[in-house]
């Protein structure tokens, strides 16, 4: 398997989010040509399909009821399994999954012409069904480990543009390709009683091309989940059905989680109401004929559209949790005012910000479950949102109509206008009511979250960066990944270029610091609180910053230093799970608000760094590896949040290369300080 490291030298120059760099980015933009490619052709496909059982049901009524029983034959896979899609995505490798779902999805696809009945492509269609289950998820849970955090919220937007964006492309297609199929039918016979081949073939041509994309993507998991995956049972069906539960247990106690998730399904119900009743209220309650519902698309989509392009733009400004449930209330009120619409016009014009509404909600909540939901739980989150979402929809496409049908037409006079409160605008109504209902709730959950949540990492904020004549920079790593050896081969070049250096570590560096060392890394010091322990780190800080560190600075020398404030975010903030808030605080407080100039993080993978460690680990070293995983982790993340700050260097070969590249890292701020040096007197 390819390491992070392989990944990261990207990293800490990577501009700002933006999605320039991000369509340019050569793992997602592999994946984002899968998903265009290969929803495009889900699209044709369906349409396809659907045209095919039509064709095959014979008559109006019987070609209706084929459709119908197609869907069924979709859906029904969710419901039966369901639950197990996301234990597959968490627990296999995603990479396979997707490959062989979009592969035999492929194969499926071209064999459809060929089937003798429609029993036939019901059962294909079920199967289909059942790989795209185990794709999505997997895909969705991809996400976070292809981008960085940064840019997860503009993944959503062009992962979801992409795949319904492409729904009325799909459609014109496969005009064309039926257009193209019956000339060829002339020729050719057996195509003359499928039109329908082509679309179909190109198809499954489309899951071949995302097969072969996705081969090519590098999805680095973080070593966490890595370490967990290597510990946990061989998957089977017991397991399987623990794992699920397990799934579902995590859902019902994460409050941010579950909030999202009811609040983004019952938007679905909101969007069911809209779709089922649509027809009706444009052919009867506003008399706009058989082109009304196409008209009320159309603003919809053209809505959602830009509501899952703005999300960028939003979330910069307002909160994303806040994002969530105002454009959740936003689009239920323009639903209200739709439904209340006298013509076709009026209608689509509130149908517009209803899409918007609609969108924003959409990508705020995948965006907001992606950020917090942990690699080893996200194929399952994904699962049962996609599940309860589609089974929502299903249920509020029948449920709606019915019930519009039976409150039947209600005209009311008063003075001399004529008010329609019929079924049809009831029902619309009702479905407002919902998705108003799901904003408060979503609200609530959130703002009990927030108050038990602390804030994340704002390092760059929170230390100024101060005004000093010399240079600090600090090295970071794991356990065993060479900072000792890099430190004094920087020192070395640094002196070479003719800058004073001064070289220390951490913990340690004084009198003060080397005696608290002894007595915090001493196995026989047994178990120590975690507060102490951080107390004890940020202590022999604050003397070292203040007895060597600042002094050597106002003096303009270049001091390198072994460790650092990061350290102790990654080992104390989150080896022990004390937070990043709270060791950031102390540790701004013991050293004055100091921060490097440079961190050079050493990335080797914590397995690898442990088993160059020496034989004789000290008390933290001697942590198990799930301990050490999480701080590997930590540094990537602080890495990715600070990219201005941190420099990651791919700490394995020999040390003379590792240096090279440290070198590179060195060269770039002591140019900057030489320019500000020399700048007043130019
Ligand atoms: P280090 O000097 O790298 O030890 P060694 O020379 O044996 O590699 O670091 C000492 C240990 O202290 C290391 O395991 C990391 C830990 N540590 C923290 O947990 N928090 C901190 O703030 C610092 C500076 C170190």
Not at 224 to 229: D, F, G, Q, T, Y
Request: aromatic share 8%.
């Amino acid at each position: 398997m390819a390491t992070a490291a392989e990944q990261i030298p990207e990293l800490p120059h990577s501009p700002p989010a933006g999605l320039r760099p991000l369509l340019t980015d050569p793992s997602f933009s592999r994946l984002w040509r899968a998903m265009l490619v290969s929803s495009l052709g889900d699209w044709v496909g369906f349409v396809a399909v659907t045209a095919l059982v039509a064709r095959l049901g014979g008559g109006a009524a019987k070609g209706g009821l084929a459709v119908a029983a197609v869907m069924l034959a979709r859906l029904l896979p969710s419901v039966l399994f369901g639950p197990f899609a996301g234990v597959f995505a968490d627990r296999l490798d995603r990479r396979r999954v997707m490959i062989i779902a979009d592969i035999s999805r492929g194969v499926l696809y071209a064999s459809m012409p060929f089937m003798p009945g429609l029993w036939a492509i019901f059962l294909l269609s079920f199967v289909i069904e059942c790989l795209s289950l185990l794709w999505t998820p997997a895909k969705d849970a991809s996400i976070p480990n292809l981008v960085p955090r940064r840019q997860l919220a503009n993944a959503n937007s062009i992962g979801l543009i992409t795949t319904y964006g492409t729904l009325p492309l799909g459609g014109a297609i496969y005009t064309l390709l039926a257009g193209v199929a019956a000339a060829i039918g002339t020729r050719v016979a057996y195509f003359h009683h499928s039109p329908e081949f082509l679309a179909l073939w190109l198809d499954a041509a489309t899951f071949g091309f995302s097969a072969y994309m996705v081969w090519g993507l590098n999805l680095r998991r973080n070593a966490v989940s890595r370490v967990r995956a290597a510990n946990v049972p061989k998957l089977n069906l017991r397991s399987a059905f623990d794992e699920a539960k397990e799934g579902y247990r995590f859902l019902r106690e994460q409050p941010l989680v579950r909030a999202m998730t009811i609040g983004v399904v019952m938007a679905f119900a909101g969007v069911g109401a809209v779709i089922s009743l649509g027809p009706i209220f444009a052919r009867y309650s506003v008399n706009a004929g058989s082109t009304g519902f196409g008209y009320l698309i159309i603003a919809f989509g053209l809505g959602m559209g830009a509501g899952m392009g703005l999300m960028g733009f939003a979330s910069r400004r307002v909160e994303k949790e806040k994002l969530f449930y105002v454009s959740m209330l936003g689009a239920a009120g323009c639903l209200f005012l739709l439904a209340a619409m006298p013509s076709i016009a009026l209608a689509a014009l509130f149908t517009v910000p209803m899409g918007v509404g609609v969108g924003l909600t959409w990508v705020t909540g995948y965006t907001m479950l992606q950020e917090n939901v942990a690699d080893e739980y996200r194929g399952r989150t994904f699962a049962t949102l996609t599940i309860s979402a589609r089974m929502t929809l299903f249920l509020a496409l029948v449920a709606f109509p019915a019930m519009a049908a039976v409150i039947g037409t209600h005209i009311v006079h008063v003075g001399g206008r004529t008010l329609d409160f019929s079924g049809t605008r009831d029902a619309m109504w009702l479905g407002g009511v919902v998705v108003v209902a799901a904003g408060f709730l979503s609200r609530a959950g959130l703002k009990r979250l927030r108050l038990a949540r602390p804030r994340p990492l704002a390092l760059v904020g929170r230390f100024h960066h101060e005004a000093r004549p010399g240079v600090f920079i600090t090295f970071e790593g794991v356990e065993g990944s060479g900072k000792g050896t890099q430190v004094q081969m920087a020192a070395a070049y640094v002196r070479s270029l003719g800058r004073d250096v001064v070289v220390t570590r951490e913990p340690g560096g004084t009198g003060f610091g080397d005696r608290l060392r002894d007595t915090i890394l001493n196995p026989a010091t047994g178990t120590v609180d975690p507060r102490a322990e951080a107390l004890l780190f940020a202590a022999a800080r604050a003397q070292l910053v203040t007895a060597v560190i600042r002094p050597a600075l106002s003096e303009g020398k270049v001091v390198l230093c072994d460790r650092f404030v990061d350290s102790s975010l990654a080992y104390q903030g989150a080896g022990r799970g004390l937070g990043e808030q709270d060791v950031s605080a102390l540790n701004d407080w013991a050293t004055q608000g100091l921060l490097p100039d440079l961190v050079v993080l050493l990335h080797v993978e914590p397995e690898e760094g442990l088993s160059r460690a020496g034989s004789d680990p000290d008390r933290i070293e001697s942590e198990d590896i799930s301990f050490h995983a999480r701080v590997s982790d930590a540094y990537l993340h602080i890495a990715e949040e600070n990219p201005e700050r941190v420099s990651v260097v791919d700490g394995t070969g020999p040390p003379v290369e590792v240096h090279q590249r440290v070198q590179a890292a060195l060269l770039r701020v002591l140019r900057r300080d030489a320019e500000g040096r020399t700048e007043p007197t130019s």
